[in-house]
Each structure stands twice: as C-alpha cells, then as structure tokens.
C-alpha cells in the first residue's frame, strides 16, 4: 500500500532562519507531488507542484523553493524565513492529474516563525 | 480565475440530523467537484466527488449535489454521528489545479 511521510509534525524557528521540510511517498511510482499551506480559516494554497524529478511549477511567488531530487521525495526550503511564512505546510501525491485521482495527503507540518 | 465561497464556516447539529455545506464557484469551465474531511491533526482525505456531466452521487450517508447552472454544489450528510465532526473543505479543478473552499468547521452535539 501507498504511505506517505512529512516531517517535522512542529517545528518553531526564527525569522531569518533557513527552512527545510521534507515528504516523501511510498508504494508507487511517479507521483505527482504538491506542497500546500493552510492558514487559519482558509481554505488550502497550493504552492507548488511536480510531475517528474527535477520538474517544480510555481504558484505563488514568495520566498519559498521545492525541489524534487528523487522520483518520491519532495523538500520545501526557504533561504530566510519570514513572520508570514508561518502556517500548516502539506504535502500531497496523486497517481494522475488532481481532476482524475484523489490527493492523498500527508499529516502536515505546523510552521511557527517568531 | 476560479474563486470558491463555503459555507457555513461552523455548523452544528445534533447527532442523528442532517448536515448540509454549500460551495458556490466562478469559473463555468470548471467540471470536477471533489469533498474532503480533515480530522484533527490530520491532512485531508477525500470523501466523494462529483464530475460536471452528473446532477448527483450518493456513497451510504453521504450525497453531493451539483448545480451547473446556478454554479454551486452541496454536501450532504444524513444521520450524523460522532466520528463525522471534522472540517469539511469543497474545491472546485479549474485551470489543471484544485481551488479550494475555506472549510466548514462540523460538530456533532450529543
């Protein structure tokens, strides 16, 4: 069966401090990947996604980078966080485009910046 | 581009009734309709979709209803239970992604 882990579960840092989360997925191969935020009261954010190794699209500009370095693992990284950085970090794979397999999510990342 | 309103933001019932969400949408083009149920602590999990070409599809007590024309779609739940209190979130999959609803908080009172 497919399993999917994202870690830390919390994790508190300072502003200006570099970010580093990791997902990676289990029991398939070439998943699409996704990282999403969710904010308090809103609805989630997709914030980039992935086809294949080495391909990321952006959906919203920030300060924020994925990369894909192997087919089933997914890292989200900023250089220097910043206050509004903070929030429920997602990750999610999917067989086949999100209108034609569901997301399966992993169990987020709650993201304090202080 | 696509814009997706829920509501309520929290609903409250007492166990045994019915619970019903609703979305609305902008983007006529838009033709997939997926619910997800997010426990706490936990990510969301899929629960029942609807494709634009169908008015309706039930799985045991839980039914969504699509409305083309007037652009909404409706989550229903009938005899509500303990374990169905959760956040609720709709999406709607417009231009290759999903937009998603702000979640509607359910408790279920004993």
């Known amino acids: 069966s497919q399993t999917i882990h994202q870690w830390p579960a919390t994790l508190v840092q300072p502003v200006g401090s570099p970010l580093s989360l990791e997902c990676t997925v289990e029991g398939t191969s070439n998943p699409n990947l996704y990282w999403y935020r969710q904010a308090a009261g809103r609805g989630l954010q997709l914030l980039f996604y992935?086809?294949?190794?080495?391909?990321i699209s952006s959906e919203v500009p920030q300060n924020l980078s994925a990369s894909r370095p192997q087919d089933r693992q997914f890292i989200l990284s900023s250089k220097k966080l910043l206050l509004s950085d903070s929030g429920f970090y997602l990750c999610?794979?999917?067989?086949?485009?999100?209108?034609?397999?569901?997301?399966?999510f992993g169990n987020g990342t709650r993201l304090t910046v202080t | 581009g696509e814009n997706v309103e829920q509501h309520p933001s929290t609903l409250s019932v007492q166990e045994g009734d019915s619970a019903v969400i609703k979305c609305t949408y902008s983007d006529s083009a838009s033709n997939y309709f997926p619910w997800y149920k997010q426990e706490l602590g936990k990510g969301p999990q899929l629960i029942i979709d609807i494709r634009s070409n169908v008015g309706e599809k039930k799985d045991q007590r839980i039914a969504v209803t699509l409305n083309k024309t007037a652009k909404h779609f409706s989550l229903h739940i009938t005899e509500t239970q303990p374990e169905d209190s959760a956040v609720y979130f709709c999406?709607?999959?417009?231009?290759?992604?999903?937009?998603w609803g702000a979640g509607t908080k359910l408790i279920i009172k004993p």
């Open positions: 999610a794979w999917s067989v086949l485009a999100a209108n034609n397999s569901p997301l399966h």
């Open positions: 999406a709607a999959y417009s231009n290759y992604q999903l937009i």
């Open positions: 992935s086809v294949g190794i080495g391909q």
